[in-house]
């Protein structure tokens, strides 16, 4: 990386600022921010003067991902990215087909130090947080790529949105903006392990996204087993804050649960988990029942398929509404962190 100006990284305000900086009129930073939005290098930006063009090649830096390799499942609705960021790490995304449109999931750092004991992302620590032009370009590099408009994101891939705080909320602005990609934040969900003050943050920022909270357990004790996360926020005050962003949102907040065999899949803790959502909530929240994708280095089993089912089941009953996830590119190693981390195998091999 170096230390010339990120430009993708800039708000349209910036560019505005930027473009008059170096003697431009301000309008030339909308120009360059609609170009940047659609992926469009400096050769590409032919209304701009060749002179300004060339300055902007020499005095400032482009970090759009590159695709590194995908895999497309065998039912054509998923595909799997791996790219390569500007200093040669990587990251992935997931391209999903569904009747009510195209979503996709991006990431937010390279690695992830939550430690969260059942994910793949987290097994080789965190390496560095992405820039707002590196959770942008996820979203131009695929839509590029594939020729398909986005219609709903899913920040739930490799790292921790709240633990990149700073540059995941100026990249949501940026997002949003009309003139650039203009993608409703309502039609984004944010997902966290559970970092209560980011949780309390992002209630205060104005921005409507689905927050979406990793729980896994409805206990302390069997929440901190796989979630180190757990050892410095308890269900208590993670739920108080969860409650704390509905009050100021208004938006529904959602739980996901990954059913581990023999760990958190029982009846007892699915009526634990009614009760305690109904108790801390008291409002309609939803729960994503995820059975678990098998990850051989941390040992967990997943639940046999019929689990899920009756795991849900158990939770309408009791009145919670709950869905299980349909499985999405089991064949292209779509759960986050797989793609990555066999790369990283390779290149210990060669």
Same mark, same amino acid.
């Given at each position: 990386m170096s230390d010339l100006p990120d430009l993708l990284s800039m708000t349209r305000e910036e560019l505005r600022d930027f473009a008059l900086s170096i003697g431009e009129k301000p309008y030339r930073g909308d120009q360059i921010f609609s170009f940047l939005s659609r992926g469009v290098d400096y050769d590409g930006?032919?209304?701009?003067?060749?002179?300004?063009r060339e300055k902007l090649k020499t005095e400032t830096e482009f970090r759009l991902p590159s695709v590194l390799t995908k895999?497309?499942?065998?039912?054509?609705?998923?595909?799997?990215? =791996?790219?390569?960021?500007?200093?040669?790490?990587?990251?992935?995304?997931?391209?999903?087909?569904?009747?009510?449109?195209?979503?996709?999931?991006?990431?937010?750092?390279?690695?992830?130090?939550?430690?969260? +004991?059942?994910?793949?992302?987290? =097994?080789?620590?965190?390496v560095r947080d992405l820039y707002p032009s590196e959770l942008l370009g996820q979203i131009i590099a695929?839509?590029?790529?594939?020729? &398909?408009?986005?219609?709903?994101?899913?920040?739930?891939?490799?790292?921790?949105?709240? $633990?990149? @705080?700073?540059?995941?909320?100026?990249?949501?602005?940026?997002?949003?903006?009309?003139?650039?990609?203009?993608?409703?934040?309502?039609?984004?969900?944010?997902?966290?392990?559970?970092?209560?003050?980011?949780? &309390?943050?992002?209630? &205060?920022?104005?921005?409507?996204?689905?927050?979406?909270?990793?729980?896994?357990? @409805?206990? $302390?004790?069997?929440?901190?087993?796989?979630?180190?996360?757990?050892?410095? @926020?308890?269900?208590?005050?993670l739920l108080r804050a969860c409650r704390f962003y509905f009050d100021k949102t208004g938006r529904r907040v959602s739980f996901e @649960?990954?059913?581990?065999?023999? +760990?958190?899949?029982?009846? &007892?803790?699915?009526?634990?988990?009614?009760?305690? =959502?109904?108790?801390?909530?008291?409002?309609?929240?939803?729960?994503n029942i995820i059975p678990l994708n098998r990850v051989e280095e941390t040992g967990f089993s997943p639940p046999d398929p019929a689990s899920a089912e009756r795991f849900a089941a158990i939770l309408r009953t009791e009145g919670q509404n709950a869905t299980v996830r349909r499985s999405m590119g089991a064949d292209v190693d779509a759960a986050c962190g797989q793609l990555r981390r066999s790369l990283q195998n390779q290149v210990k091999e060669l």
């Amino acid at each position: 990386m170096s230390d010339l100006p990120d430009l993708l990284s800039m708000t349209r305000e910036e560019l505005r600022d930027f473009a008059l900086s170096i003697g431009e009129k301000p309008y030339r930073g909308d120009q360059i921010f609609s170009f940047l939005s659609r992926g469009v290098d400096y050769d590409g930006m032919t209304s701009l003067s060749l002179t300004l063009r060339e300055k902007l090649k020499t005095e400032t830096e482009f970090r759009l991902p590159s695709v590194l390799t995908k895999k497309r499942s065998r039912d054509g609705l998923t595909e799997k990215y =791996l790219l390569s960021l500007i200093d040669g790490e990587c990251v992935e995304c997931v391209l999903m087909r569904h009747d009510y449109g195209t979503s996709l999931c991006i990431s937010s750092q390279v690695g992830c130090r939550m430690g969260c +004991k059942f994910c793949a992302s987290t =097994l080789a620590g965190k390496v560095r947080d992405l820039y707002p032009s590196e959770l942008l370009g996820q979203i131009i590099a695929v839509g590029n790529d594939s020729g &398909e408009r986005i219609d709903k994101l899913v920040m739930m891939g490799i790292g921790e949105p709240l $633990d990149n @705080y700073a540059n995941t909320v100026k990249f949501l602005r940026i997002l949003n903006d009309k003139d650039g990609i203009g993608l409703g934040l309502r039609n984004v969900s944010l997902s966290t392990c559970g970092i209560v003050p980011g949780i &309390e943050k992002l209630a &205060e920022e104005g921005l409507p996204v689905t927050l979406s909270v990793s729980l896994h357990a @409805y206990r $302390d004790d069997v929440r901190q087993k796989i979630m180190p996360v757990a050892n410095k @926020y308890s269900l208590d005050e993670l739920l108080r804050a969860c409650r704390f962003y509905f009050d100021k949102t208004g938006r529904r907040v959602s739980f996901e @649960y990954t059913l581990i065999a023999g +760990k958190n899949d029982s009846r &007892e803790d699915a009526i634990g988990l009614c009760r305690l =959502l109904k108790e801390k909530m008291r409002v309609t929240s939803h729960v994503n029942i995820i059975p678990l994708n098998r990850v051989e280095e941390t040992g967990f089993s997943p639940p046999d398929p019929a689990s899920a089912e009756r795991f849900a089941a158990i939770l309408r009953t009791e009145g919670q509404n709950a869905t299980v996830r349909r499985s999405m590119g089991a064949d292209v190693d779509a759960a986050c962190g797989q793609l990555r981390r066999s790369l990283q195998n390779q290149v210990k091999e060669l």
